[in-house]
């Protein structure tokens, strides 16, 4: 069955292209009412989808937004996209979403892909932390939003969680508990402000309490937590580990138990963790939840802010909460 053209219906109706042209711009003031009737009855009857490429050479406006993440298959990320498509769905933008795999030629890509696109709009999780590495984005004038971590100097606005003071409010409830050791477990660290601010903030905690801090680093992909047992094993001190995110969390449990390391009676865990998951563990955990779907929202209206008028770059905190189950 051939697809069914603007003229295909200007027939079937008997008026002009210029005419169903101007019905589906929304330029109806001068059209009776039998004729806007008779025209949307025929575009129903007949399939007819209007061409997003014509009509955005007319209007000059594609209404796509183009996101790019940095790893898909984190919980935390499919929650931020909920968010998102919440606020951009009902004003009639169409997001794309390409997973940049913590890779930046991928990610480069990607982004070269939606500037092709001609997309209106960008929100990026950028996997670097200089600002100069996406100036091929602001050459081509697009409004972007960074979300989750920053990039310097700031050029573009941002939402993201308060990493620093909820790291801090856990590691303090940790030091009240009698830790006495910290063992940060985290994806590696330098160049990603989100997880430098959560590192600084327990390393701030742990100087001011004179509480003994480690930093073991594990790969995006890597399960195991190499070092991890050998370091508890080498004190009687009251130990916690904190991990940066849902994924390494989760990894961390799994190798205690591997291990068979009891928590909390051996060693304490606690960390960031957006799937809720973590209450339907053994014994329940103690985590940060950052609200990764109404850091989605905030992104949301923020881009449509920027496509609107285009102003000052700033930050937009969102509240993280601490959790207190079972773990520590």
Known sequence: MNKV?????????????????????????????????????????????????????????????????????????????????????????????????????????????????????????PQSNQSSSYGFVDQKRIPMVLVDRKTTPLQWSMVASDDYAASVRLANKLVESGYQRFVVVSNPVAGKSTRELRLKAFQSVADKNKVELKLIEVDIEDSAVEGLIDYLKSSQQKTVIFATNGRVLNNCVAYLKENKIEIPTQVGI?????????????????????????????????ILEQLKDKKEPNIQEVKSDIVVRKSF
């Not at 963790?273 to 209206?301: A, C, E, F, R, Y």
């Open 5 to 125: 053209t603007i003229q295909d219906v200007a027939d079937a109706v008997g008026v002009s292209k210029a005419t169903i042209s101007r019905f589906l711009n929304g330029q109806r003031g001068r059209m009776s009412k039998e004729t806007h009737d008779k025209i949307q009855n025929t575009i129903e009857t007949m399939g007819y989808i209007p061409s997003q490429q014509a009509r955005a050479l007319k209007s000059k406006h594609s209404n796509l937004i183009g996101l790019v993440v940095a790893d898909i298959g984190n919980l935390y990320t499919s929650f931020l996209i909920k968010g998102i498509q919440m606020v951009l769905g009902p004003q009639d933008y169409q997001l794309l979403i390409s997973d940049a795999a913590n890779d930046p030629k991928i990610e480069q890509d990607a982004l070269e892909r939606f500037i092709s696109q001609n997309v209106d709009g960008i929100i990026l999780q």
């Open 270 to 302: 606690v960390g960031y963790d957006d799937s809720n998951m973590g209450m339907l563990i053994d014994p329940p955990l103690s985590t940060i939840d950052q609200h990764p779907k109404m850091i989605g929202q905030q992104v949301g209206k923020l």
